[in-house]
């Protein structure tokens, strides 16, 4: 068999090949496939701007065009040439974050250049950037898709452009014409819910601020940190109208909100509620500046509670709460540049979290100690207490803008950074900054809780009114029926009217079970006493004075240590009958009238001993023993009286003078009860005579005085119980031969 020979294959002169064909209609195919409606076309030209370092961009929609406006880094030429002009690139995949600010690029790949082509068939490219030598360049380029679209090879398609130098600001512009969709709210809802994940939240803070603060933190345009991302939706702003970013939408439903400023020693604040109309708290009040330099802080509060963004015209509620958890946290900007770690990850700077979990009751910031004391009634039950409810970090967003000085470098207790860089120097400057800013969040805590129980008080009411007048509705219309008996209208009207009464009792009950809470108090430092600590510390001294008493038969000098134990079981022992007394009628369930002198008589006898020792005169002659109290619970006006002898009392005791003299006078006249009680001690200066109303301030000296100085809690509270009753207390002119009178006035019958 004959060997098979291959034939050699010899190349002809020249090597055919072929290429690839592409018509310029893969652009409307690519547009129409890649950009399935407006509302992706538009978010990725936002997210462009994003990807190229725009602090803000603005879009704006009218009937015959589409504006898209960034402050991004711009095109230069040959990015315009080799990047937007170059179909499916890859340099977002080659370079996966932002030349300048290191953002994780956002933008799906070359679908930006498709958008516009869905959205309108013509675009005004201008973009300015910074060229090769370092100065301004503008490039404006003209796309008419319709002509573009007459072309059979992309190749030879050909797209006209400008270039010039330029002192316009650094960005690019999308201007889209003759659009081929229109964009309907509903597609302005989406974007925005779209983009919000990547809108800052700083500029909408300093957006918000006074004028003066404005230009307090006006930007130097130096800064390489990235200042956040801003989404305006509208026309340009103009005097009448200005735009809200994207995030301020969200940050504008708000629960609550404070804004602090603290300026050459005075401290401004502001708190605004969701639930009131307006300035819910303003105030100004001086504090020392530690920090070295003026602070101004805006904090929004954002509990989870039904309705905060529920059906909101501008976005999505979901997406919303998810920006909020994103950008949670109190940051710290100095000069504009943001502080590290503070407001971040798990930071808790300001002790908010930790405070949350450990159930903390007390005010840390000694701003809001000082200024926005607790109440007592408040601070002792969980229900009310601010602190129990302070927000945590994460529904918190908000920021503190400060400008440090590093000339001052001599100075080491102004704020500071610190050594490595990260955050400030742990002095009495930044220990100043914590202050301030953990007080803008507790008036917040403090506010919110008012405004809840206050609502909480109107609806409960509102609730007795509504059943009240159902019932009453219910009891005419059986009356009137023209088809029952007397007798089955006697029986239903029996019934109704019980369950009407039961209401009333109810609503009653209710109203008694608070007075009992704000009477209890009333008894300040004595209800001390009524603890099992106490009563066992009473038995071991018991069983001291029998010890001793059982020695002082070998050692008679015992024997005066011995008495002088005894004297104390005693007094102590008329301590616990007097709260007991007193706790006993709070639960009495009605009031009857009694007597006044009797009840007098009681609260001083309780303090016998100390008035003997220090030969203090207590006068009641002036009193009718006939004389009825008000209409109110004897526990009630008993403490109204044990805090105001107490106070003239404590006075009294310290005092050098030879006479020394409380008189208690009561009578009935025109309706009103009067109870005044007047001293000749020293007498309250004209200076303190508004301060003595206020929580946890005392004038009375703990220093050799046997009842100490006190809490601070009596005359607020009397005050308050007084005034609950529609009565009025204050000081007034003593007549002659005494320095201070308490007055009185409660009227007799209670409405």
């Not at 022992?573 to 007991?580: A, E, F, K, L, P």
């Not at 007047?678 to 309250?684: A, E, K, M, V, Y």
């Amino acid at each position: 068999m004959a060997k098979a020979t291959l034939k050699k294959f010899v190349p002809e002169d020249k090597e055919k090949f072929v290429q690839f064909s592409i018509e310029s209609r893969i652009l409307k195919e690519l547009g129409e496939r890649l950009v399935s409606n407006a509302e992706v076309a538009l978010t990725e030209l936002i997210k462009n701007a994003y990807d190229a370092d725009a602090g803000e961009c603005r879009i704006t929609v009218s009937e015959d065009q589409i504006v898209i406006k960034d402050t991004g880094t711009g095109m230069s030429y040959d990015a315009f040439k080799n990047k937007w002009m170059r179909i499916a690139t890859g340099n977002k995949a080659d370079m996966p974050h932002s030349e300048k600010f290191g953002r994780k690029l956002t933008g799906s790949k070359g679908v930006g250049r498709f958008a516009v082509r869905f959205l309108g068939r013509k675009l005004k490219l201008e973009s300015v950037a910074i060229n090769e030598q370092g100065k301004k360049e503008k490039l404006t380029a003209i796309f008419d898709w319709t002509k573009l679209d007459e072309s059979n090879n992309i190749l030879s398609l050909k797209v006209p452009y400008e270039l010039n130098s330029s002192k316009e600001p650094i960005g690019t512009t999308l201007t889209i014409s003759e659009l081929r969709v229109a964009i309907a709210d509903k597609e302005l809802y989406a974007v925005k819910s779209g983009v919000l994940s990547i809108a800052s939240p700083v500029y909408a803070f300093i957006n918000d601020a006074p004028d003066e603060i404005k230009d307090y933190l006006a930007r130097d345009g130096k800064r390489n940190e990235d200042p956040g991302f801003n989404v305006l939706f509208g026309d340009e702003p103009n005097e009448a109208e200005a735009q809200e970013p994207l995030a301020a939408l969200v940050l504008s439903n708000f629960v609550a909100r404070t804004t602090v400023d603290l300026n050459n020693g005075y401290l401004t604040v502001h708190v605004y509620h969701a639930n009131r109309e307006g300035e819910y708290i303003k105030r100004r009040v001086k504090v020392s500046n530690s920090i070295g330099c003026r602070v101004y802080a805006d904090i929004r509060y954002f509990p989870k509670r039904a309705g905060v963004f529920a059906k909101k015209a501008d976005f999505n509620g979901k997406d919303a709460w998810s920006w909020v958890r994103k950008n949670s946290g109190i940051k710290v900007f100095d000069h504009g540049f943001h502080i590290r770690p503070y407001g971040t990850g798990d930071d808790d700077w300001l002790q908010l979290d930790h405070d949350t979990a450990h159930n903390e009751r007390k005010w840390r910031s000694t701003i809001t100690e000082k200024y926005f004391p607790m109440d007592p009634i408040d601070a002792s039950q969980p229900k009310r207490n601010p602190m129990v409810s302070l927000p945590t970090n994460y529904q918190t967003v908000g920021a503190v803008f400060i400008e440090t000085n590093p000339g001052n470098v001599d100075d080491d207790e102004i704020l500071s950074p610190s050594m490595d860089r990260q955050g400030f120097s742990s002095n009495k400057g930044f220990r100043g900054l914590q202050n301030v800013a953990r007080f803008a969040v507790e008036i917040i805590s403090l506010a919110d809780k008012k405004i809840q129980l206050e609502d909480e008080a109107r609806a409960r009411n509102e609730r007795y009114l509504v059943k009240q007048k159902e019932i009453d509705a219910v009891i005419k219309e059986i009356k009137s029926s023209q088809s029952l008996n007397r007798e089955d209208k006697e029986r239903i009207v029996g019934h109704y009217t019980k369950v009407r009464r039961d209401i009333d009792n109810l609503d009653e009950y209710d109203r008694s079970a608070r007075e009992g809470l704000e009477t209890m108090s009333l008894l300040g430092v004595v209800a001390g006493f009524m603890t099992h600590e106490f009563q066992a510390a009473l038995m071991n001294l018991e069983g001291a004075a029998k010890i001793i008493r059982g020695l002082a038969k070998k050692d008679v000098e015992l024997l005066g240590h011995a008495k002088s134990i005894d004297e104390s079981i005693q007094y102590f022992t008329g301590y616990i009958d007097y709260t007991r007394l007193f706790v006993t009628n709070l639960h009495l369930d009605s009031v009857k009238p009694y007597r006044v002198l009797p009840v007098l008589q009681h609260v001083i006898s309780t303090f016998s001993k100390f008035q003997k020792e220090r030969h203090v005169e207590v006068d009641t002659s002036e009193i009718n023993k006939t004389l009825v109290a008000p209409l109110i619970p004897v526990a009630m006006y008993q403490g109204i009286v044990h805090n105001l002898f107490t106070n003239a009392l404590k006075v009294l005791l310290v005092q050098p003078q030879a006479e020394k003299l409380i008189c208690i006078q009561a009578w009935n006249e025109k309706g009103k009860h009067i109870l005044q009680i007047l001293d000749n001690g020293p007498g309250i200066s004209p200076d303190v005579e508004n301060r003595i109303w206020d929580p946890l301030y005392t004038t009375t000296s703990s220093e050799n005085n046997p009842l100490g100085s006190g809490m601070g809690l009596g005359l607020p509270l009397v005050k308050k119980v007084v005034e609950a009753r529609k009565g009025r207390i204050f000081l007034t002119e003593p007549p002659v031969g005494f320095s201070t009178c308490f007055r009185v006035e409660l009227p007799l019958e209670q409405k």
